[in-house]
C-alpha cells in the first residue's frame, strides 16, 4: 500500500495543538478576537478532524474509498489539511491576543 501524505501534511505540534483546542475550545474567552467567520464550533471540528487524521493516517481513505480514488482523496487532504490547521493557529493567536489584553503579558525572549 502506498504511504498517505497525512502526517507530512499534519506535525506532532498541529495535533497538539488541535488537543488542546478540542478541550478548551468552548472554556477560553476569545470569540471577540476571533474572525467573525469563525465559531467555536468550527474551532472544535476543524481540531476533530486534524486529530482523528492524525492518530489513524486510514480513516479519511477508508471513509470515502467508495466514492473517489486515492489520488482525489491525496488532493482533498492538501487542500483541507491546511484550512484545519490554521483554523486553529488562529485560535491560538486570539487566545493569545486575549491573555495579553486581560493579564498584560509581556513579549518574552
Known amino acids: 500500500m502506498k504511504p498517505n501524505i497525512v502526517h ?8 497538539n495543538r488541535a488537543q488542546f483546542a478540542v478541550r478548551n475550545a468552548y472554556s477560553v474567552r476569545v470569540k ?20 482523528r487524521n492524525f492518530e489513524n493516517p486510514d480513516y479519511t481513505y477508508k471513509m470515502l474509498a467508495p ?5 482525489q482523496i491525496d ?9 484545519w ?12 491576543r486575549y491573555a495579553r489584553r ?6 518574552q525572549m
Not at 507530512?8 to 495535533?15: A, M, R, V
Not at 488532493?75 to 484550512?83: E, F, G, M, T, Y
Not at 486581560?102 to 513579549?107: A, E, F, R
Open 8 to 15: 507530512q501534511l499534519i506535525t506532532k505540534t498541529d495535533y
Open 32 to 51: 471577540e478576537n476571533m474572525f467573525s467567520s469563525c465559531s467555536m464550533d468550527e474551532v472544535a471540528n476543524c481540531a476533530f478532524h486534524v486529530i
Open 67 to 71: 466514492y473517489m480514488t486515492r489520488a
Open 75 to 83: 488532493n482533498l487532504l492538501k487542500k483541507s489539511a491546511p484550512v
Open 85 to 96: 490547521i490554521n483554523t486553529i493557529n488562529r485560535f491560538f493567536r486570539a487566545r493569545e
Open 102 to 107: 486581560v493579564y498584560g503579558t509581556t513579549k
